[in-house]
């Protein structure tokens, strides 16, 4: 989940600014977001976050504020398909469930272990009462990986483990009780293989997009931090040896996107065998069948690890320009990550293929 709206609650707790938090814990059907969509309504009429906009956080809006008033937590549902007397309408025809807490304050100190613990790696889910005997609604715990037995009543290890392997926040019912969980994941890592044009149109839109991203290149000139401001890490050094010492897992996409063929290849060699949950190589479709052929006949990998490669790279949008080719890889990985139905299985070209068409704006750079 994305750590930025606790950030501004705690902020605003430090400055002492009234406001209520607010989120969706449940939905069914068509809705403008899903579980986990969060806002912050301050007394002064500001918001943060979002809950989806229009009617919908509207009426989420004047409830939380109500709750200030009357300083009372409440989990309530709407029905999207039941406009009257919303004068905006709204015809999704989904339900969703939402939670206020006008008093977060009472957090503060679980959501700042949260944030410490997730700036350090460490996977856990955050608990928060919707309704329990014996907990005021609202409270918050955070239960680290290690800890998942610590959990309030009802809640058990497997339960909280399936939740942070799922990775989607979501409401669940136990007896009498509702709680809202929220998975804790480091973020997802991001690669990048080349620090030219591509790369670095990438490494920016996906900095925006919640990934942590590493970009790897030879040329002083392009890998350094003033070239690549989205970068987390900038490393200048033989490609292919420094891609093997990435540590490279299933939280890991990795994009090859270096300056030519050859490149490419040594770059991909490097990377063909990790278990990430990502590969991606930029260029046509014959060229990608040179280099994963050449890879398998200098038996570097077999067949089958090199068909996971997604080659050519990014969702066909008939994209010309640096800017376009970036978004449609962007928004490859966003679909791979949040397992959209444009995903990468789509687009994979079997070994046995010999098309020769280049994607439309998939270059060499």
Not at 12 to 30: C, D, K, N, P, Y
Not at 211 to 240: K, Q, S, W, Y
Not at 305 to 321: F, H, K, M, N, Y
Not at 343 to 350: F, G, Q
């Amino acid at each position: 989940m994305s750590m930025d709206l606790y950030r501004t609650a705690l902020d605003l707790l430090e400055r002492e600014r009234r406001f209520a938090f607010a989120a969706v814990i449940h939905s069914t059907g068509s809705t403008p977001q899903k579980a986990g969509a969060k806002a912050l309504f301050e007394a002064t009429g500001a918001v943060h976050g979002t809950l989806g906009g229009g009617c919908l956080e509207a009426e989420a809006r004047r409830r939380a504020l109500h709750g200030l008033d009357t300083d009372a937590a409440e989990a309530f549902e709407l029905r999207l398909d039941a406009i009257d007397g919303w004068d905006d309408g709204l015809v999704c025809g989904g339900k969703v469930r939402l939670f206020s807490d006008p008093s977060p304050e009472r957090n503060a100190a679980v959501w700042h272990s949260m944030l410490t613990a997730a700036d350090h790696g460490t996977r856990g889910v955050l608990v928060t009462v919707a309704k329990a005997p014996g907990h005021v609604p609202g409270t918050a715990f955070w239960i680290p990986d290690d800890r998942l037995e610590s959990a309030p009543p009802g809640l058990d290890a497997g339960m909280l483990d399936e939740a942070i392997r799922g990775g989607d926040a979501c409401a669940v019912q136990v007896d009498d009780a509702e709680y809202f969980l929220e998975p804790v994941s480091p973020p997802p890592r991001l690669i990048v293989a080349g620090a030219g044009h591509i790369g670095k149109a990438v490494t920016a839109l996906a900095a925006g997009l919640g990934f942590e991203v590493t970009v790897v290149d030879d040329r002083p000139l392009f890998a350094n931090a003033e070239n690549l401001p989205g970068a987390r890490r900038v490393v200048c050094g033989d490609i292919a040896e420094e891609l093997g010492k990435q540590g490279i897992d299933r939280n890991t996409y990795v994009l090859v996107v270096t300056r030519g063929h050859r490149h490419d290849g040594d770059a991909l060699a490097a990377v063909v065998n990790a278990d990430a949950a990502f590969i991606g190589m930029i260029g046509s479709r014959r060229k990608s069948l040179l280099i994963r052929r050449e890879i398998v006949d200098r038996g570097i990998a077999p067949a089958d690890a090199v068909e996971r490669v997604v080659s050519p790279v990014g969702l066909d949008l008939g994209a010309r320009t640096v800017e376009e080719i970036a978004m449609s890889i962007a928004a490859q990985l966003v679909a791979v990550r949040r397992r959209g139905t444009l995903a990468a299985e789509s687009l994979r070209l079997p070994m046995d293929s010999d098309a020769g068409v280049p994607l439309p704006g998939a270059v060499d750079v």
